[in-house]
C-alpha cells in the first residue's frame, strides 16, 4: 500500500505542476498582450494564475524565460516540442501537389498562426525597442520565420509551378507573415479569419504560382 501511495503522490504533483505551469503560461501570455512586456510583473503573473509568486520563479526563472516559452506555445499551440514545418497542418500543406492549392491551404494555416501570436509579436515588438534581450529575442523570431519560408518557396520551386523565383517567393512570405497585415485586416479593419485566409490565399496563388 506504501508504494501505490508514493506513486499516486508523484503522479498527483506531476499534475498539479503541469496544471501550474500552463497556467502560469496563460497568464503571462494575457499580461504581456495586455499590458505589454515592461508592464507585466512576475507578481500579477502569480496572481492571475493562482500560484505563488516563488512557484513562477521555480517553474520559469525570470520574465525573458516566460516571453520566450509563451511565444513557443502561441507558434505551435501546445507546449510539445515539435518545429511547426513538422506539425500535421504543415506537413498536409506540403504533401498537396497544386501549388495554387498548396498557398491557400498555407494561407488558412498561417491565419490561425496569426491568431495565437500577432497579440505577442506586438508585445515582443514594443519590448524590443527597450530592451536589449528582447530585441536579440525579436532577431531570432525574425531569424526563423525567414529560414521557414525559405523551405516553403524551396518545396514550391520543386513542384515546377513556381512564376516568380525561389529568393523571391522567399521575401514575399517573410514579407506578409510577421503579423502586421493580420493585425491591419483582421484587428482594425473587422475582417474574418476566413475572409483574411481566403484573400491572401488567393493573391499567393495569383502572384507566385504559374497560371
Not at 521555480?58 to 516571453?67: D, G, I, V, Y
Not at 491551404?105 to 490561425?112: E, H, K, M, Q, S
Amino acid at each position: 500500500m506504501g508504494d501505490v501511495k508514493r506513486r499516486y503522490d508523484a503522479s498527483r504533483r506531476r499534475e498539479q505542476a503541469a496544471e501550474n505551469r500552463a497556467r502560469i503560461l496563460a497568464a503571462a501570455r494575457e499580461s504581456f498582450e495586455v499590458r505589454g512586456y515592461g508592464g507585466t510583473t512576475i507578481a500579477e503573473i502569480a496572481r492571475t494564475a493562482g500560484v505563488a509568486a516563488e512557484t513562477v520563479y521555480a517553474t520559469f526563472r525570470n520574465k525573458p524565460t516566460l516571453l520566450y516559452r509563451a511565444w513557443d506555445i502561441a507558434v505551435g499551440g501546445d507546449e510539445q516540442d515539435v518545429h511547426l514545418l513538422e506539425r500535421p497542418e504543415l506537413q498536409a500543406v506540403f504533401a498537396e501537389p497544386d501549388l495554387p492549392t498548396r498557398l491557400r491551404l498555407f494561407a488558412a494555416v498561417n491565419t490561425v498562426v496569426m491568431r495565437r501570436t500577432a497579440g505577442l509579436r506586438l508585445a515582443v515588438e514594443t519590448a524590443a525597442e527597450s530592451e536589449p534581450a528582447v530585441a536579440v529575442f525579436l532577431e531570432g523570431i525574425d531569424a526563423a520565420r525567414f529560414a521557414a519560408m525559405g523551405v516553403h518557396a524551396l518545396r514550391a520551386k520543386e513542384t515546377g509551378q513556381l512564376a516568380v523565383s525561389e529568393e523571391e517567393c522567399r521575401d514575399v512570405l517573410f514579407a506578409m507573415t510577421d503579423g502586421t497585415l493580420w493585425r491591419t485586416l483582421v484587428v482594425r479593419q473587422g475582417w474574418s479569419d476566413d475572409r483574411y485566409a481566403t484573400w491572401l490565399g488567393t493573391l499567393w496563388a495569383t502572384t507566385l504560382a504559374a497560371p
